[in-house]
C-alpha cells in the first residue's frame, strides 16, 4: 500500500512557476508509476502527467506539454511536478497518484492523495 501526500501549491501570477512534491510511503514506491491529475471547479478531472516506475518515461496531457515537467527521486520517495508559463486556466486542485500503468486514465490508479491548490491570478 501507498500513501501520497501534496505539497507546494498556492497563489501565483499568470506566467510564474510552482513545483509541486508528492512525498510517498511505502516500501514499494518505486515499483509504482506515478500520475498528477487536476480538477477545477465545475470540470471533470484532467491527467496533466505520468512518470514510469523507474523514471524512464514521462507522458505530458497536450494542454501542459512543454511547461511541466514530471520527475521522481526513488531513494526519497518523491515525485515532483514543475509548472513553468502558468495560466489562469492551470487553476485547479492538482493530485497525485500511484498505478502499475503509467496511463492517463485515472481508473488506472489505485492510491490519492488529497490534492493541493494552485491559484493562477491574472
Known amino acids: 500500500q501507498v500513501q501520497l501526500v501534496e505539497s507546494g501549491g498556492g497563489l501565483v501570477q499568470v506566467g510564474g512557476s510552482l513545483r509541486l512534491s508528492c512525498a510517498a510511503s511505502?516500501?514499494?514506491?518505486?515499483?509504482?508509476?506515478i500520475a498528477w491529475f487536476r480538477q477545477a471547479p465545475g470540470k471533470e478531472r484532467e491527467f496533466v502527467a505520468s512518470?514510469?516506475?523507474?523514471?524512464?518515461?514521462?507522458y505530458y496531457g497536450d494542454l501542459v506539454k512543454g511547461r511541466f515537467t514530471i520527475s521522481r527521486d526513488n531513494a526519497k520517495n518523491m515525485v515532483y511536478l514543475q509548472m513553468n508559463s502558468l495560466k489562469p486556466e492551470d487553476t485547479a486542485v492538482y493530485s497525485c497518484?500511484?498505478?502499475?500503468?503509467?496511463?492517463?486514465?485515472?481508473?488506472?490508479?489505485?492510491?490519492w492523495g488529497q490534492g493541493t491548490q494552485v491559484t493562477v491570478s491574472s
Open positions: 497518484a500511484a498505478g502499475l500503468y503509467s496511463g492517463s486514465y485515472d481508473e488506472s490508479y489505485h492510491y
Open positions: 511505502g516500501r514499494t514506491f518505486s515499483s509504482y508509476a
Open positions: 512518470i514510469t516506475s523507474s523514471g524512464g518515461r514521462t
